[in-house]
């Protein structure tokens, strides 16, 4: 019980958790120690910093303001008592002043090199503190700035560029610096690449306040839904999340033909359920499926390229996804769950052919499962841990029934905190006999919250009140030590992201202000025209190019921004256009030669990225053409203008949409791997690729024709293989 695991807590240090204390099953299959990989250059944060927040009193000074951010934005989650516009202020100054400390603590050498960064941190946070300060002033005068406007509003800009210079590299500032210099000295540019020329201060003006700037709604999105969403995913890591998917998975599939490379594809789906972040499952959950593929056989470049690319699935499977799932829906204005049901399909088809692609390099290669009698039992797991689903379980049923993501996710997280202070106040009692007594009161509780409205007033009541009964014992202190700790390291994960909602903002401002992706729109119309596969080609050129050094939300934001409008004037229903934008900026985390995600799985592996970045693309081939199946095939997001639809009714054509994008995932994985019943010869491959191509496109007769031609590769093939394996036989 989660009694147990608390106990374990106390009498380990502070800084223990229980998913950290539950993993040792999956240290001794893989051999792993479990302990983290760091940059030991620390040239940049895109990975996420290293453990802790520095040394001595700057750690504690660092861990301080970690923990007043977090706090500040969960109070901000359940009521609301700022202005929209001083939320994102107060949420970039957290940001500037956490982020500028951090790289402070972990890369200064003097004392002198660490004040220096936390006094540039701090003038971050007056200057974003200074559009709560003067609000009212600033939406008074709005369009006519003082000097003083400018100042902080071009000091605002800088920050936040060096910002995501130190914490992301050089690529996306870069990238958003040729947008700002385009915006300053554009109306130089010959037609119709040009603009009509704006000045300074109507440019800072733009960029450094209102909503469509800096502060816009990439910002918005991330002072609520994405760093709300951030915590409850700290906190479930906590309860222990990690160690039921690692368990359930092992169960299922660990003993199966090449199982530790389907336990990695399966647990990094589930925990993708909760974090939404690709390189953060790929340095958490790789940690130990990556050494225990390569123990049983799996090539060091397959075996990260396979995690990488599960893990990076995290951010399309509902119901958290990435933080771009929340910022498309606000930009499209529908609810958060519209995205989700759109999503849910091609996730589930997305982790579906990585798991077909290990089954068929462990067939190809003679790659055997663990042995049963090392495995744990699933359904012993999901009886002893299934409360630790019920903040999932709560938050798709709230997501379905009209809840917005932010309630949600405020209820989903309180459910979670309650759960572990429980466990924390369960310790107190001796006997099981109160201990299930006293779940079982804390359950009825619960219910009665839920069927009186879920007040957040008597919620954060019913929380202090835990909180003050578990300051009473030892494990209830340890218990409140790790919820701190979760606090704390949430709001740590939370500034790469930040950041990046942040500066994209630069490019938001340039195409309001100068209508620039109006012009991009009208090109990719008009390559529509005449082609929509070649527009559709382009888009994800263009995404994957984006995409190439920088993380998926400005990547998304970009193309979206560019292509999006332009792709749904063509007929491509909206949420599927957005989508398809979307889906190639996380494929670029996988795309070599600056593939995040197998830069962060190389140092465990301890193999060369570029080399698990094309392993990567290969075990996420099937992947990469989802978006187009769907696209011709919109009932494969559950929207509405599928031709099908017309024909068979709705239903009955979202389970043909199914059906032709399997068989098309399938025969992409054959052509990856070379390998069915047997190894496929060069003739078979070319056949399927073929195949799969008349499956995912939309030409004359292509459906009819890649079914024959599937049926007549397959059959071929398995009378082939029938016969090899008789003639070895005898």
Known sequence: MMTTDVKGQAAMAQQTTVAGADTDRLHELSGATGAPVENEALDNFEHGFPPGFGPGRWGLLAYAVALAFASFQILISAWHFLPSQAVRGVHVGFLLLLSFGLVANFKAKTEVG???????????????????????????????PTTLDLVVGSA???????????????????????????????????????????????????????????????????????FLFIVFGAFLEKAGMIHLFNDVSLGLFGGARGGPAKVAVFSSGLMGMISGSGVANVVTVGQFTIPLMIKFGYRRAFAAGVEATASMGGQIMPPVMGAAAFIMAETLGVDYSEIVKAAAIPAVLYFASAFWMVHLEAGKYGLKGIERAMLPSPLRALRERWYL??????????????????????????????????AGIA???????????????LGLI???????????????????????????????????????????????????????????????????????????????????????????????????????????????????????????????????????????????DLSPPVALAALAAAPIARENPDKIGWEAMRVALAGYVIPFIAVYSPALM?????????????????????????????????????????????????????AAVMLFGEFPYS?????????????????????AAATKAA
């Open 114 to 144: 660490r004040w220096l960064g936390w006094a540039i941190g701090l003038v971050g946070f007056l200057v974003g503190l200074y559009q709560l300060i003067f609000y009212a002033d600033l939406i008074a005068r709005d369009g006519d």
């Open 427 to 441: 310790l107190g009692f001796k006997t099981m006999t109160l201990r299930v007594i006293f779940w079982i009161g």
């Open 389 to 422: 689903a019920l903040p999932l379980a709560v938050l798709v049923f709230m997501l379905f029934h009209g809840f917005t993501p932010l309630f949600a996710g405020t209820i989903g997280l309180a459910l979670t905190v309650g759960l572990l202070l429980g």
């Open 638 to 690: 559950l929207q509405p203008g599928d031709p099908m639809s017309n024909l068979i009714g709705f239903w009955p054509s979202v389970v043909y949409a199914v059906i032709k994008a399997s068989i098309a995932i399938g025969l992409f994985g054959m052509v990856a791997i070379g390998f069915l019943f047997g190894r496929l010869t060069l003739f078979e491959r070319v056949a399927a690729f073929g």
């Open 156 to 226: 605002l800009a800088i920050l936040v560029f060096e910002a995501a210079r130190r914490l992301m590299g050089n690529a996306l500032p870069i990238m958003c610096g040729v947008c700002l210099l385009y915006w300053f000295f554009g109306q130089y540019l010959p037609a119709p690449f040009n603009h009509r020329g704006y000045g300074f201060d109507q440019i800072i003006g733009h960029l450094s306040f209102g909503t469509e700037g800096l502060y816009g709604v990439p910002t918005y999105v991330s002072a609520t839904y994405i």
């Open 703 to 723: 459906d009819p024709l890649g079914y024959v031609l599937t049926a007549a590769l397959v059959a071929r093939h398995w009378w082939a293989s029938r016969g």
């Open 446 to 588: 619960a219910g009665a919250l839920l069927r009186e409205g879920m007040d957040v007033r008597i919620v954060a009541g019913l929380i202090l009140a835990l909180v003050l009964l578990n300051a009473l014992t030892l494990g209830g202190r340890a218990t409140l030590a790790i919820c701190r700790n979760a606090l704390a390291d949430a709001a740590k994960t939370a500034l790469p992201v930040g950041i990046a909602c942040a500066i994209v903002g630069t490019i938001i401002g340039l195409m309001t202000q100068t209508g620039i992706g109006t012009t991009f729109g009208a090109w990719i119309i008009g390559l529509g025209k005449h082609s929509l596969f070649l527009a559709l080609i382009l888009t994800m050129v263009l995404s994957i190019l984006l995409g190439t050094g920088i993380p998926t939300i400005p990547t998304y934001i970009i193309v979206a921004a560019l292509a999006a409008p332009a792709l749904e004037k063509l007929g491509v229903p909206l949420i599927v256009s957005h989508m398809f934008a979307f889906y190639y900026g996380i494929m670029a």
